[in-house]
């Protein structure tokens, strides 16, 4: 009965959509995966190289169960005009860039924090085959001078939540968009521009993993009034 009852509760995991849309995406550094970036050892786990079950890094607070290494954010921040976000370094990094940027820097590596049980893991294609559109900073991989801001309190931006930009919807118009539920509601003050409040690392059904279709630049005007 207990046996019955364990492979029910696996089979319906399995199921569920968050398995589904990471399963061959760019994402998907398992052996099996249909992209051509991934382990090329024999462990077959999907999760691993981002979650551990057991001895993850509790320092870690922007993610569960954190399975590899952080990389911070160096150097400058976009300053661009008219740009009334007030953020810098030191805030970027208390977002989940640091999490992104543990692979999106290009220096990928192998360190998992907990390696599994069972197989080998060796992602050297992956660290060998990491193009440069998908470093986050272009060239200089960790430095976000050329990226989209966050690391900001979005209500003290949007003039709709008594900020001072006329241009930039008010959280709850932002969040009643389809998909952009919550989208603007993480750190502390829930309510947090984080590269998650435009991305979901777990679905990519609006490659590359957007929140939305930007097709006619729908995602943009989530928030941007233009």
């Known amino acids: 009965m207990k046996k019955a009852l364990v492979l029910a509760i696996a089979v319906a ?13 760019k994402h998907d550094l398992s052996p099996g995966s249909t992209t051509p970036l991934k382990n090329t050892g024999t462990n077959t ?14 320092s870690v607070t922007t993610a569960p169960l954190w399975n590899r290494g952080v990389q911070n954010a160096s150097g400058t921040v976009y300053v661009g005009l008219e740009i ?9 990094n208390q977002t989940d860039a640091p999490l992104c ?17 069972t197989g080998t893991v060796d992602l050297a294609a992956v660290d060998a085959g990491f ?17 989209h ?16 930009d006329t241009e930039i919807k008010a959280k709850a118009v932002v969040e009643a968009v389809g998909g952009m539920a919550g ?32 097709a006619g630049s729908d995602l943009c005007l989530a928030c ?3």
């Open 149 to 164: 801001p966050i690391g900001f309190i979005y209500t003290n931006v949007s003039s709709a939540d008594a900020g001072a």
């Open 183 to 214: 989208a603007v509601s993480y750190g502390a003050t829930n309510n947090m521009m984080w590269c998650s409040s435009c991305h979901d690392v777990h679905d990519n059904a609006n490659a590359p993993f957007l929140r939305v279709n930007n």
């Open 13 to 25: 995991l399995l199921a569920t959509p968050a398995f589904a849309v990471i399963t061959n995406s």
């Open 84 to 92: 009334t976000a007030v953020y810098d370094i030191n805030s970027i």
């Open 45 to 58: 786990e999907l999760c691993v190289y981002c979650h551990t079950p057991h001895a993850a890094d509790v």
């Open 224 to 226: 941007h009034d233009k």
């Open 131 to 147: 193009s440069a559109d998908a470093l986050i900073g272009g060239a200089a991989a960790n430095d976000l001078n050329n990226d």
């Open 101 to 117: 940027l543990s692979c999106h820097d290009g220096v990928v590596g192998n360190a998992l924090v907990n390696a599994p049980n």
